[in-house]
C-alpha cells in the first residue's frame, strides 16, 4: 500500500503521529509529510494538532474524499472536468491498470448506450471502474447487473427508494405504492424516471476477460432542467443534495462486495432480482429481430430477461425495454 493511501487508511481511527506512521510503514518522515501535502493540494485538508494529524471534519468531493473510509480495494482518480471517464479508464485498461475508478464532476463528451446522447453536467457522479476479473467473457454482462445493484444500495442509503428496469437502468418512482418518491402520473406508465445508468466495455479473448469498465452515470446533485424529460435527480427527489462522497464510496463498496472475487459472484442475480422492478410486469422488449411483448418472469444468468409471450417463452439477451402499463400493453 502507498504511503498515502496508509495515511488516509490512520486517519480514520482519529489522530496520527507522523513518526508513528513512519516507524509502521518502514519510510521517511518526509515521505509521511510528502503525502500529507499531497492530500492537501487535492482538498483533503489535513489538519495538524499537537495529537497528530487529523482528518477534515467534512471531507470533499475529490479522490481522496471518496478513498477515506473506503472499504474497498480501489484508488481513485479524479477530475473537475473531463470527456469522459470511460475514456480515461480504456487509457489506464491499456497501461495495465486494475482497480482503479476514474470519477469526474463534469463530463463534456459522455454517451449512453448505442452511442445516445448522456447529459452529465457538475454535480452528477461520473464514475467508470477498470477491473481485470477471472471470468470469462460470457459472464460479463453479470458486473453490469452488479453496478446496477450496487448503484440502487447507494441511492437507498441516501434516502431515495430507486429501483432497476431491466438490464441497467435505475429509476424512482412509478412503483404505485405509499413508498414511491415520485408522484407523476405519466411515471407510473413509463414504470418511473431515471437517475441512473451504465454503459459497460470490455476487453477479451475467446476464455478470459482482460479488462472490464463498467462506466456508470449518476443524477445526483442534479438541476432538473438541464435532464431530459423522462430523467430525474436525487436532489430532486429528496429535496437537498446528496453526500456525493459517502454516494460514491458505497456504490463503489457494494460492487467489489458482489463481483470483487469469482467466488461471489453467484450473489450478484439475487441481489438483482431482489432490486429489480422489471420481474413481474408487462413489457415490450425492442431488440434487433423485433419487439417482444409479454410478462417478464425471471432473469437468468448471464442476465437474459426470460419473458412469457403468447406464443411461449421467449430469453432476450439485449434490447430495450419499456414497462407497460397494463395488460392490453
Known amino acids: 500500500m502507498d504511503t498515502r493511501r496508509a495515511l488516509l487508511d490512520a486517519l480514520g481511527d482519529g489522530p496520527v503521529s507522523g513518526p508513528a506512521l513512519a516507524d509502521d510503514l518502514g519510510v521517511s518522515r518526509a515521505a509521511v509529510w510528502k503525502a500529507v501535502e499531497s492530500l492537501r493540494e487535492e482538498g483533503f485538508a ?79 457522479v461520473w464514475l467508470s471502474l477498470v477491473i481485470r476479473p477471472d471470468a470469462p467473457p460470457a459472464r460479463a454482462p453479470l458486473f453490469t447487473l452488479a453496478a446496477a445493484v450496487a448503484i440502487v444500495d447507494a441511492c437507498r442509503e441516501a434516502g431515495v427508494n430507486a429501483h432497476i428496469k431491466w438490464p441497467n437502468d435505475v429509476l424512482v418512482g412509478g412503483l404505485g405504492d405509499e413508498t414511491d418518491t415520485d408522484t407523476d402520473a405519466d411515471s407510473e406508465g413509463r414504470g418511473g424516471r431515471k437517475v441512473a445508468g451504465i454503459l459497460t466495455e470490455m476487453e477479451g479473448e475467446a476464455d478470459r476477460v482482460s479488462w472490464l469498465i463498467p462506466g456508470i452515470g449518476v443524477n445526483a446533485n442534479v438541476d432538473s432542467d438541464l435532464l ?83 406464443d411461449g417463452t421467449r430469453r432476450v439477451h439485449a434490447g430495450d425495454c419499456e414497462h407497460l402499463r397494463d395488460a392490453g400493453g
Open 46 to 124: 489535513v489538519e495538524s494538532t499537537p495529537e497528530g494529524y487529523v482528518a477534515p471534519e467534512r471531507p470533499g468531493y475529490s479522490a481522496a474524499g471518496i478513498e477515506f473510509g473506503l472499504d474497498a480495494p480501489y484508488a481513485v482518480e479524479y477530475y473537475d472536468r473531463l470527456s469522459s471517464t470511460n475514456d480515461r479508464a480504456r487509457e489506464l485498461a491499456g497501461d495495465g491498470a486494475d482497480g482503479v475508478a476514474v470519477v469526474a464532476d463534469e463530463q463534456t463528451g459522455s454517451r449512453g448506450r448505442l452511442d445516445r446522447e448522456w447529459v452529465a453536467p457538475s454535480g452528477g
Open 228 to 310: 431530459p424529460a423522462d430523467a430525474t435527480s436525487l436532489q430532486e427527489v429528496l429535496g437537498e443534495p446528496i453526500d456525493r462522497r459517502r454516494f460514491a464510496a458505497t456504490l463503489l463498496e457494494r460492487f467489489a462486495a458482489l463481483a470483487g472475487t469469482p467466488d461471489r459472484m453467484d450473489r450478484i442475480l439475487p441481489a438483482w432480482r431482489e432490486r429489480a422492478s422489471t420481474i413481474g410486469r408487462r413489457v415490450r422488449v425492442d431488440t434487433s429481430n423485433g419487439p417482444v411483448t409479454g410478462t417478464a418472469v425471471d432473469v437468468e444468468p448471464p442476465g437474459a430477461l426470460v419473458i412469457e409471450t403468447n
